[in-house]
């Protein structure tokens, strides 16, 4: 084939320069969906957010800001990372929350995460304490688990188990199968998005089980709010009228744990990822101080 000529050559980059005339705006989306992409990659802060004071808690690969069971003596496999997750294992041997390195008094948390079928987990906050379970003494009877919680206080366990239950006081932020789990069923305050068993959610607003879910918690003071995938569903305060009344039904059984729940006498808390029994995945944690 011979060379253009130059009327050949001027044809070519006239057709080129039309070309991108025409379809620059279909460039320019393009363009912008990937810096899009990039920027919501999993477990990473944008410019703007850590400008605005927001800390990324986990990394998608470490529990770095974690107080991680694994690394106790007996170690605990209640939770593993997997897939850029922090996940809850079901039936573990030792069944405990995972709790954040440092604690917050006033602060907005973000996060996403998913639940088994038949699932249950949370999030919790303004913790009072958390005790192991001690096992009955044979010939007592049956109890309540709340008596079992009272009795924690009354026969400590201080010495870590290599099996049981680590129960953490604190408030929920409710994260359930809202159709197939049993204790969803027991009233809207123990669905998705409720301040459990206190303030029920105003709005069922979860996707289905097996897609992420996004879930913001803001709190200032006593007073909070729960968000669901955009929406407020919980705006009330942990000393309020429902919140005093849900403690006192509950926990009226156990003085201990009324005392510290309806008193609040530790306001600067660690967070926790609640195991509770069942597989649940958590990612993009990040948190941000309000008190500063």
């Known amino acids: 084939m011979g060379l253009l000529g130059a009327s050949a050559v001027k044809l070519v980059f006239d057709t080129l320069n039309e070309t991108m005339t025409t379809y620059k705006p279909a460039f320019l989306v393009l363009l912008s969906g990937v810096a899009?992409?990039?920027?919501?990659?999993?477990?990473t802060l944008t410019p703007d957010e850590s400008k605005a004071g927001w800390v990324l808690l986990f990394d998608g690969k470490t529990m770095n800001n974690w107080d991680d069971p694994r690394a106790k003596t007996p170690p605990?496999?209640?939770w593993t990372i997997e897939d850029g997750c922090l996940k809850s294992n079901p039936h573990p041997r030792i069944t405990e929350d995972l709790f954040s390195k440092d604690e917050y008094t006033d602060f907005e948390i973000e996060f996403d995460w998913k639940i088994s079928p038949g699932g249950n987990s949370g999030l919790k906050y303004r913790i009072q304490d958390h005790?192991?379970?001690?096992?009955?003494?044979?010939?007592?009877g049956r109890e309540r688990f709340e008596q079992s919680v009272e009795r924690s206080f009354v026969h400590p366990v201080t010495v870590r188990p290599s099996h049981g239950q680590d129960y953490v006081?604190?408030?929920e932020y409710q994260l359930i199968d809202d159709k197939l789990n049993e204790d969803a069923h027991a009233g809207l305050k123990h669905t998705s998005g409720a301040l459990y068993d206190m303030v029920?959610?105003?709005?069922?607003?979860?996707?289905?089980?097996?897609?992420?879910?996004?879930?913001?918690?803001?709190?200032?003071?006593?007073?909070?709010?729960?968000?669901?995938?955009?929406?407020?569903?919980?705006?009330?305060?942990?000393?309020?009228?429902?919140?005093?009344?849900?403690?006192?039904?509950?926990?009226?059984?156990?003085?201990?744990?009324?005392?510290?729940?309806?008193t609040q006498p530790k306001k600067s808390c660690p967070i926790s990822l609640q195991n509770h029994d069942a597989a649940a995945w958590f990612r993009n944690i990040k948190i941000r101080r309000l008190d500063r």
Request: glycine share 10%; net charge neutral.
């Open 36 to 43: 899009l992409c990039a920027a919501e990659q999993p477990n």
């Open 76 to 78: 605990g496999d209640a």
């Open 131 to 140: 005790r192991f379970i001690p096992p009955r003494e044979p010939g007592t």
């Open 169 to 171: 006081i604190g408030f």
């Open 200 to 262: 029920a959610p105003s709005s069922q607003a979860t996707r289905p089980v097996g897609e992420f879910n996004h879930s913001r918690l803001a709190v200032r003071g006593n007073h909070v709010e729960h968000w669901m995938n955009g929406v407020k569903v919980v705006d009330s305060a942990l000393d309020s009228r429902d919140a005093l009344q849900g403690i006192k039904s509950r926990w009226g059984v156990a003085p201990h744990v009324y005392e510290l729940l309806a």
